[in-house]
């Protein structure tokens, strides 16, 4: 070999052959127009920034429907609703364990368009005190969101306790008598 091969590579060229993936978002495709940025004039927005100049166009989509889980504890009770569109319904487990609601799924490697994949997610929500845990339910809806509720448990207005206000008569200042070793007595007057 001689020395002209070393100093015409970079010291990159030994990594340009590496499979290296970006971005882990594994539901979406990545077709050809995703590895070039589009040119932008302006030198701070968003896709100049992005390295090499490989564009992620769903990273710009609001979060609400970005595939990521969504939590509600409002009035009716408490809910979770998560994107599970590359699990089957026998792939995906609903649990209430210790007062948290544990959701996992999971498939072993499977063949897909783009080659094989394997998938596992585990989700962990603490449950509110006000829920009913034995009142949980789960629907899987056709386009692959799953969406838990555990209602609020009722008021109970039969438990309700009025307590009463009784009058004492003497002030509520206590006076305070010194004593030795820099300690105070609390005392009443009468």
């Not at 996992?104 to 962990?124: A, N, P, V, W, Y």
């Not at 509720?149 to 009058?167: D, F, H, S, Y």
């Amino acid at each position: 070999m001689s020395l002209f091969q070393y100093l015409r590579s970079t010291p990159w060229d030994g990594f340009r052959s590496l499979p290296v993936m970006y971005d882990q978002d594994f539901g979406h495709v990545i077709d050809t127009s995703n590895y070039t940025a589009p040119p932008t004039p302006v030198p701070h927005h968003p896709i100049a920034h992005y390295p090499m100049g490989y564009y992620r166009p769903w990273s710009h989509l609001p979060v609400e429907k970005s595939g990521k889980s969504e939590i509600h504890n409002d009035k009716e009770g408490f809910h979770v609703v998560i994107d599970v569109q590359h699990f089957t319904p026998d792939e995906i487990t609903v649990k209430n364990v210790d007062n948290h609601l544990v959701i996992e799924g999971k498939h072993e490697e499977k063949k897909d368009e783009h080659g094989f994949i394997s998938r596992h997610f585990l989700r962990r929500y603490k449950l509110p005190k006000d829920v009913q845990p034995e009142a949980i339910t789960s629907k899987l809806s056709s386009d692959g969101v799953l969406c838990i509720l555990a209602p609020k448990a009722p008021v109970v207005e039969g438990n309700v306790r009025t307590i009463p206000i009784q009058t004492t008569g003497a002030p509520a200042v206590h006076a305070l008598k010194p004593i030795s070793n820099s300690a105070a007595v609390v005392t009443k007057e009468p």
